[in-house]
Structures are given as structure tokens and as C-alpha cells.
């Protein structure tokens, strides 16, 4: 430094060593104070060496803290992938209450004539909506018949009749004349319904083929359906009714509504309609699909 050494050169010779002992000793006072007793130096010892313990507890700890965090990381695809399935999954159950019907067929009530966990057939699990419509007006001997017919369907191990109830999106993509008033609930309600006719016709054909006691009219009919309608191409095999049975249908009859409800239905594939010569006359069947 300029100042110092200006001053150092103001002193003598004398001055310049007695400055640098004293610079000396203050150096040496210092390292002094950090000298350790030889009574303190076990006790020095000991707590380096807990700290140092510690500090090795720490740095496992921070290293297992980052394996944690490199795991965690490696694992986030698969989470964003879970995240986005169940976004997904949630839309497709959206779409599914959107659509779905109010009224759906419910089970039987249980009569306790088949014990739990015994192999029951198909129609022992069908749903209510399955029994034929207007059977009340049966006779005795016929309700007895069509009990018959049921052991014999059992047997055969027929499918129910098909319920492909309709979306929202289809119902729309109609024209409106075409669907005029009609509601999704209505609709599908109607699709319940069909299924219900084609299997009321189905069992009264089985009360036929196993002989039963039907009524005169009703066998008469049956016989004319066998030979007329059940064997052609294109019913065969499937679930159909014919235009008298809207005499007992609930929600599709012969009236405007129930027009309606057929068109909408043969629109969007659930039926279709054959015609054959009935009675002397050309009528419409509504074949399931």
C-alpha cells in the first residue's frame, strides 16, 4: 500500500522488527485460542463423530428420497395412461345414462320352484316384460298348453327375443315428421313391447307344435301361422308378430302413435316388415332384428 509503505519508510529499522513481532504474536494468539485441551479432545472426538454419523443419516436419507423421485417419475406414463382410461371410460358411461331407457325389464319375482344355484334355462330368467300379452284371455286348457310350450322351449334353449334399445343419436339423426312427438323413453318402451308381442306369438307357436289343448280359434290361427309365415325365408328362426297381435300390444297398437313407433322402428333396423298372404289377404309380419 502506498500509505504503509510512505510509513515504513518514515520509520527506522527498529520499528519496522518490533512491528512484524508484534504482527507475529497476534498470528500466534489466534491458532492459540483454536488449540484443543488434551482433557476436551475425547470429548471432542465424540461428538465428530456422532455429527458425522448424522451426517450420513442424512445423505442415506436424501439419496433414498431421490430413488422415491426417480421411481415416481418412471411411474407417470403409466399414470397419465390410468388417468386417461378413466376419462374416457367416464365419457362412455355418460353416453350410457344418456341413452339408456327409464323403464327396463325387471326379473320375476322368485316362487322358490327353483333352488339357488340350480342350472334354471333361459326363459326361467327372462325378464316380465317377456310374457306374452293378452295370455289372460286364454282358456284354462290353453294356460296349461302354454306351460307345456314353455317346458319345451327350455329344453330347446331358445334365446330371448332381441332388445336393441335405441340411442339419442339415432333417434335425432330421423326426420322430424317422422318422429313427430315421440320420446326416447317412448320408444324404447316400444322396442320392449315388440319383444313382448314376438314372444307371446312364439309361445302360442310352441303350444301348437306340442299338441296342446288350445282354443279352437287359437289353434286354428297358430296352424294358419305355421304353415303361412314360420317357415318362409326370413322368419325363420327368429322372433316376429303379426298385425293382429297389436290388439294387445301397450305401447304399439293400430292406432296413430302406434304407426309411428313401427315406423321409427323399421327405420332404424330393429324390425322389419315381410307380408304374406293371411286369411285370404296380404298383412304385414314385423320380424325382430
Known amino acids: 500500500m502506498p500509505g504503509s509503505c510512505s510509513s515504513r519508510c518514515d520509520q527506522g529499522p527498529f520499528e519496522v522488527l518490533v512491528g512484524a513481532f508484534s504482527a507475529r504474536l497476534r498470528e500466534l494468539q489466534a491458532v492459540a485460542l483454536l488449540r484443543v485441551n488434551e482433557a476436551t479432545q475425547e470429548l471432542f472426538a465424540h461428538d465428530l463423530s456422532a455429527l458425522e454419523a448424522c451426517v450420513r443419516a442424512l445423505e442415506h436419507k436424501l439419496q433414498e428420497i431421490r430413488n422415491f423421485i426417480a421411481h415416481e417419475r418412471q411411474a407417470i406414463p403409466k399414470v397419465e395412461a390410468v388417468v386417461e382410461a378413466c376419462r374416457a371410460q367416464g365419457a362412455h358411461l355418460a353416453h350410457i345414462a344418456a341413452n339408456l331407457p327409464l323403464r327396463l325389464p325387471g326379473a320375476p319375482p322368485d316362487t322358490g320352484a327353483a333352488p339357488s344355484g340350480s342350472s334354471a334355462s333361459a326363459s326361467e330368467a327372462a325378464p316380465a316384460a317377456l310374457k306374452p300379452q293378452g295370455k289372460e284371455n286364454v282358456s284354462a286348457a290353453g294356460q296349461a298348453d302354454y306351460a307345456e310350450a314353455d317346458v319345451a322351449a327350455e329344453k330347446k334353449r331358445r334365446p330371448p327375443p332381441p332388445r336393441r334399445y335405441v340411442m339419442a343419436d339415432e333417434l335425432a339423426s330421423l326426420s322430424a315428421f317422422m318422429t313427430q312427438r315421440l320420446t326416447l323413453e317412448k320408444v324404447n318402451a316400444a322396442v320392449d313391447d315388440a319383444a313382448a308381442l314376438a314372444e307371446g306369438c312364439a309361445r ?79 298383412q304385414p309380419v314385423y320380424v325382430l332384428r
Open 204 to 282: 302360442l307357436l310352441a303350444a301348437a307344435r306340442a299338441q296342446g289343448k288350445l282354443a279352437p280359434a287359437e289353434r286354428k290361427r297358430a296352424q294358419m301361422l305355421l304353415v303361412n309365415v314360420a317357415g318362409k325365408e326370413g322368419v325363420k328362426g327368429r322372433y316376429w308378430f303379426t298385425e293382429p297381435d297389436l290388439k294387445a300390444g301397450a305401447c304399439i297398437r293400430s292406432d296413430k302413435t302406434g304407426r309411428a313407433l313401427l315406423t321409427v322402428l323399421r327405420h332404424l333396423g330393429r324390425i322389419q316388415e315381410m307380408r304374406f298372404n293371411l286369411e285370404g289377404s296380404m
